[in-house]
């Protein structure tokens, strides 16, 4: 599968933003699909990620700010961020596994590019 991610820009302390991933490939459900973002000078992180059976799990720092959804119609997968704060900023990269949802860089196989996300206080 091949990704595509969009929707990175600028925002202010305590705005939104929605990232979009964009998948090809006739076997979309079947991935989990993470989102991973990378600060500078830090390691990518995992942000938050939503199972092949739309399950999901979402790292402390995004809880009840950040929300995944898929639509495997459309091959997407979204990502809502709200609250945001200048320590979101990063580059968001969205990556697929098949099978079950895991938290570590490793077990994707297939990543998008980065998309920029900058939060001003």
């Known amino acids: 599968v091949q990704l595509q991610a969009s929707g990175g820009g600028l925002a202010q302390a305590g705005g939104s933003l929605r990232l979009s991933c964009a998948a090809s490939?006739?076997?979309?459900?079947?991935?989990?699909i993470g989102w991973f973002r990378q600060a500078p000078g830090k390691e990518r992180e995992f942000v938050t990620g939503i199972n092949w059976n739309g399950s999901t799990h979402s790292a402390d720092s995004v809880k009840g700010r950040f929300t995944i959804s898929r639509d495997n119609a459309k091959k997407t997968v979204d990502l809502q961020m709200n609250s945001l704060k200048p320590e979101d900023t990063a580059v968001y990269y969205c990556?697929?596994?098949?099978?079950?949802?895991?938290?570590?860089?490793?077990?994707?196989?297939?990543w998008g590019q980065g998309t920029l996300v900058t939060v001003s206080s």
């Open positions: 990556a697929a596994r098949q099978g079950q949802l895991m938290t570590g860089l490793r077990y994707f196989g297939s």
């Open positions: 490939g006739r076997t979309f459900s079947r991935y989990s």
